[in-house]
């Protein structure tokens, strides 16, 4: 195996990893000339921006500081990031030793040296939460994932929950809540005399709760709600994102039975049910977990029945509008789980990668694959390999030692279980050198050879330390080895089976496929097991956006200049949406928890094809599923503050004027500006008289056309309505319902229709037309006339082509004719709209990043990740 020198990070990395996990020097009083540090460079709430520079003069406070790219600015230590760690070395040093402190005295320096060998140059990348905490603090928790316990049926009952949430996420973690144990809506309270406002409501709380923690500064707090299939809330439940601001801090999914796929299957009824809430024992037993209250021999109460199939496609027909609510085979999660005789799994993080029980807990590390490729044999460097995932189970197993437990709950959980998640990144870079193509038949074979030596390698490992140390305390031989997991790695593996028989095991499970967003962008590989996004993308600096290539497409690119890329260089949308689920099916065969993984579909996915596509994951052993298709609705609100926004460019008119020029989202914000220009309207109790003698009042019914083009922003659908035979209204609907640019576009339509219907004089399609038109950002879809440079471009074509059928007597033939409401008409698909495809390159709909401010934000690895900064949701 090649190994690479180990060097300072640069750019996006280094920044990365100053920011996020390199230890810091808390007093930034300690700041000198000559130390290197992070310095806020712009201090907005919303999209501030750091570099990275020199300190090369202070007095008192004041300091200036020569960023990397030579520019010198002024700035107060306040604004510095001072990091104790300069380099990655020092941080492998600190984990290192860290981790090999909780070893017996005599074999701390054996491990540490151990350790530090798998560290060195980012073979082992571990999770966020160890990076940053390991040997730096007493304080600082390293796990990433948590899962508490579903909230008891009770005011005081949710509130403990509330409590117990925001003091694991002010921490950084991640929390996962089944929100089952909560009765249904309209349930009677008889404590209070009243009505239940159901589960779903109560969900409502902890998401708003979410966004407070967010909005106060931390990046990292993150929710996962689900609700069983049995539950009476069960509907509203899936829902409820089509209802605007009730859920909009947390991500949703669906536990589904086998009973429920087999009554989809079969076209049977199925019932919704809740415990009776008047059982003498209610208070005291409840806890969820319908199973054992059945068991138990207590009642519950019939609620409604309906059909299994109906709920399936209501479930289906969701997703495939906003990629939501997910699902979790949560039967089948339990009958493969290790745990199941002692600990049921009743929910997942946020990011569905990790099932949890009650009071569980997960730390995550991913081994970086793209180191692996023996270049002299072209193929995996299977021995260092192995040495590499065997090592990291014991450094996992020593987090559980090491870090603190703020909950003692979680102290006994955990060590009963002693449950970690070795996971990978790098696979896409890996199977790229070794010319497979992501989704191909070959990659299904190659997947299951890596991951099953993998998994093999993993639980030898935890078998020895067993030996050395002890089985985790939960550990029942017999038991263990019924698990579905445990049936298909013995079977395949018979060593594995021996060494547990002798030995037992250290862990109960060992390996987790998380995504990797914000360590896979700093090691500069691809992240999880997913396929790249993309291989150009853009990456914003002061400037500006600057055109990038990932780093293994670059190096093609540097060899071969005049040839286009291999078809084994692969990206996420180049796949079809059954070749995510075959890879995610084949990887799952040997990861005992969960994956972390993205569908990507195109636009013109339909709900029937969703539909196959979430009973193939089932069929293929898939533990859950998450689709995204391109363009559809999310109701996961990003809140950024426009007006402030528009401040900003007042003041700095020069900068913005050269930053206009660097992305399609401030192209289409400088039109809204070239509008309103021509309007010149100012709307007081004065001019709003003359307004209302001018504006042609919208009838009920009008009829028009829808345009479909591709933008670098996403598909744009334009409808343009027709008043007395000439444009009068335009639709403008781009990317997910909730997001920047869906809220940006629709403002840019209603502008235009305002503009359309407002006075007599003639010709203003024409004049919008010349303001709008050639607009360009940092992208464009499509050559010649097919050229598309942004969603004002799209806009002004499509107008211009409207025109011209208009004055061919031709728009009728394509025309979507709806009644409605002046206020809340949609617009019916057309028929026959003219589309425009572009470069294949950028397929997918962005959205505007929290962190960075570009239209660079995606759904991958079952989260919204940045391709430019970094910023991950789940992360």
Not at 30 to 42: A, E, R, S
Request: aromatic fraction near 8%.
């Amino acid at each position: 195996m090649k190994t690479m020198e180990t060097k300072r990070l640069e750019g996006l990395s280094e920044k990365i990893f100053l920011d996020r996990y390199a230890r810091k020097d808390a007093d930034t009083n300690n700041t000198k000339v000559g130390d290197y540090v992070l310095v806020l460079t712009k201090d907005d709430p919303k999209f501030p921006a750091k570099e990275v520079g020199e300190i090369i003069e202070r007095e008192g406070k004041k300091v200036k500081v020569k960023l990397r790219s030579g520019q010198v600015v002024d700035s107060n230590i306040d604004k510095l990031t001072l990091t104790i760690e300069k380099t990655p070395d020092q941080m492998w040093d600190r984990l290192a030793s860290a981790m090999a402190s909780v070893e017996a005295p005599e074999k701390q320096q054996e491990w540490t040296e151990k350790f530090r060998y798998i560290l060195d140059d980012w073979k082992l990348v571990p999770g966020g939460r160890i990076a940053a905490g390991a040997g730096a603090s007493d304080e600082l928790t390293l796990f990433n994932c948590y899962v508490i316990p579903s909230p008891k049926d009770s005011r005081g009952g949710i509130m403990d929950t509330l409590t117990e949430m925001t003091e694991i996420m002010s921490r950084g973690g991640g929390v996962g809540i089944n929100l089952s144990s909560l009765r249904p809506r309209r349930a009677i309270v008889r404590g209070v005399n009243g009505s239940s406002s159901g589960a779903v409501s109560w969900g409502g709380l902890f998401s708003y709760t979410t966004g407070l923690i967010e909005q106060g500064g931390s990046r990292r707090g993150a929710l996962m709600l689900m609700i069983n299939d049995w539950h009476p809330d069960l509907i509203r439940f899936i829902t409820v994102k089509q209802q605007a601001g009730e859920i909009t801090n947390a991500n949703l999914s669906v536990c589904l039975s086998n009973g429920f796929m087999k009554a989809v299957k079969e076209d049977l009824d199925w019932e919704l049910y809740f415990p009776d809430t008047t059982d003498p024992d209610y208070n005291e037993l409840w806890d969820g977990d319908m199973k054992k209250w059945k068991d138990a021999g207590k009642p519950v109460i019939h609620y409604d029945t309906v059909k299994a199939r109906d709920v399936w496609h209501m479930i289906i027909e969701s997703a495939w509008k906003s990629a939501e609510p997910g699902v979790v085979f949560m039967e089948y999660y339990n009958e493969m789980s290790n745990s199941w005789y002692f600990n049921p799994i009743i929910c997942t993080n946020p990011c569905g990668e990790q099932g949890l029980p009650a009071w569980g807990v997960c730390n995550l590390s991913a081994v970086n694959l793209s180191k692996f490729y023996d270049e002299e044999k072209d193929d995996v460097a299977w021995e260092e390999l192995g040495k590499t995932v065997r090592y990291s189970v014991r450094f996992l197993d020593n987090v559980i030692d090491k870090t603190p437990y703020h909950f003692e709950e979680n102290r006994a959980n955990q060590q009963n279980e002693r449950r970690v998640g070795l996971g990978s990144m790098g696979l896409a870079e890996l199977m790229i050198r070794l010319k497979i193509r992501y989704g191909s038949p070959e990659s299904m074979e190659f997947l299951d050879k890596l991951y099953g030596f993998m998994a093999k390698e993993a639980y030898l490992a935890s078998s020895e330390i067993a030996a050395e140390k002890g089985a985790f305390p939960k550990f029942v031989k017999d038991k263990f080895l019924q698990s579905g997991f445990m049936k298909n790695m013995v079977s395949e593996f018979p060593e594995v089976g021996a060494a547990i028989k002798k030995n037992g095991i250290r862990n109960v499970t060992v390996i987790t496929q998380a995504p990797t967003g914000s360590t896979g962008t700093m090691v500069g590989t691809s992240t999880g097991i997913e396929p790249y996004f993309a291989f150009e993308y853009y990456r914003q600096s002061r400037l500006g956006f600057d055109k990038q290539l990932v780093p293994i497409a670059q190096e093609w690119k540097d060899q071969h200049p005049d040839e286009p890329l291999p078809d084994y260089y692969v990206t996420a949308m180049d796949l079809k949406a059954e070749d995510h689920i075959r890879a995610q099916a084949a990887i799952q065969r040997w990861v005992d928890s969960s994956i972390s993984k993205t569908a990507n579909c195109p636009a013109d996915f339909t709900v029937e094809e969703t539909k196959k596509l979430y009973e193939l994951a089932f069929d293929l052993g898939c533990k859950g599923v998450t689709i995204y298709r391109d363009g559809s609705r999310d109701q996961q609100v990003l809140h950024t503050d426009k007006k402030e926004e528009k401040k900003e460019e007042a003041a700095q008119p020069a900068a913005k004027a050269e930053a206009d020029q660097g992305t399609a989202v401030n192209a289409d914000v400088k039109a809204f500006d070239q509008i309103s220009e021509s309007l010149k309207v100012d709307i007081d109790s004065k001019t709003e008289q003359i307004f209302d003698r001018q504006y042609k009042r919208r009838p009920q019914v009008l009829s028009g056309s829808t345009y479909k083009y591709n933008t670098p922003l996403g598909v744009a659908y334009i409808t343009i309505n027709d008043l007395d035979g000439i444009p009068s209204e335009i639709f403008l609907n781009v990317g997910k319902a909730g997001s920047d640019v869906f809220a940006m576009s629709e403002a840019l339509g209603r502008v235009c229709s305002l503009f359309l219907r407002y006075g007599d004089h003639g010709q203003k399609e024409r004049l919008l037309i010349k303001h709008l038109k050639g607009i360009g950002g940092s992208g464009a879809i499509g050559f010649g006339p097919n050229r598309v440079e942004s969603i004002a471009d799209a806009l002004a074509k499509s107008l211009e082509i409207h025109l011209e059928r208009l004055e061919a007597g031709s728009a009728s033939s394509g025309y979507a004719h709806y009644e409605g409401n002046a206020d809340h008409g949609t617009p019916a698909p057309a028929a026959e709209a003219p589309e425009h495809t572009g470069d294949a390159t950028i397929r997918q709909s962005l959205d505007l990043c929290p962190s960075c401010g570009g239209a660079s934000l995606i759904n991958s690895e079952g989260c919204k990740n940045c391709t430019n900064c970094g910023y991950s949701k789940c992360s």
